[in-house]
């Protein structure tokens, strides 16, 4: 598998999955700008990452089917039985964090997508800040009683979740207004995967001889 990948933003999850998946996957570092740029439109015609290239060469796109793919095809067994009500809990999270956690940060970050006017963006950006702690509140009370987002055990959610719940942290104090996402995001960041990735970003992090992180591979475009 490749993953492309770019610092900051929502990818790093797919990173540590990966990670924790204990198999074999290179990454692809696209620059910011890259995103919306030529090359990366052959690999995702929507210029976002993360974006996955599968061992029969195919693209996946969407954090939740790029999550569950890598899930899915891990020895490590991290997905819940077909039918269960783990499973349930699981779809529910992975759609609530893309389309309602997720969401919540587009107008804070790109108000451009919304209003053509500059001079209306840092309201816009203001008022989007009141959904963002609504939901940042909803996950606090929801960490209270769980070490993970399922339960006990880190999952295919917990990497997810850290990525997009640290861009709070420049808008809001968690330690005051929301201190169980705030302890969570200390565990996550000391969990083997997730420094991994973070490690990765800062570009501090060596391939590995016995698998798993393979090396980076350059933006090409890919024939289609
Ligand atoms: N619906 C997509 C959204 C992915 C997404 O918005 N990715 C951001 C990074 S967090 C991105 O690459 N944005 C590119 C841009 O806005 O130019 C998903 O859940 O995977």
Redesign the pocket.
């Known amino acids: 598998m490749i993953l492309y990948y770019?610092p900051g933003?929502?990818?790093l999850g797919a990173m540590a999955l990966l990670r924790h998946a204990e198999r074999p996957f290179q990454l692809c570092h696209v620059p910011r700008d890259a995103?919306?740029g030529p090359i990366f439109r052959t690999v995702n015609p929507?210029?976002?990452?993360?974006a996955l290239v599968t061992d029969d060469d195919r693209v996946l796109?969407?954090?939740?089917a790029?999550l569950i793919h890598i899930a899915q095809h891990s020895p490590a067994g991290l997905m819940p039985a077909a039918g269960s009500a783990a499973e349930d809990e699981l779809n529910v999270w992975l759609s609530y964090l893309?389309s309602e956690f997720?969401a919540a940060f587009?107008p804070v970050f790109?108000p451009q997508l919304f209003l053509r006017d500059d001079s209306l963006h840092d309201d816009l950006r203001r008022d989007s800040l009141k959904n963002v702690r609504r939901q940042l509140a909803y996950i606090d009370v929801h960490l209270e009683d769980n070490r993970f987002v399922m339960g006990d055990t880190f999952g295919i959610l917990d990497p997810y979740l850290t990525a997009?719940a640290r861009w709070g942290e420049r808008f809001f104090d968690y330690e005051r207004e929301f201190p169980n996402l705030g302890r969570y995001l200390e565990r996550m960041r000391a969990e083997p995967s997730i420094a991994f990735a973070l490690a990765i970003e800062n570009g501090d992090e060596q391939p590995t001889v016995d698998g798993g992180y393979a090396g980076h591979t350059d933006l090409v475009p890919r024939d289609v």
């Not at 929507?46 to 993360?50: A, D």
Request: glycine share 10%; with cysteine.
């Open positions: 770019t933003t929502c990818a995103r919306m929507h210029g976002h990452v993360p796109w969407e954090n939740s790029v893309g997720h587009y790109k997009m």
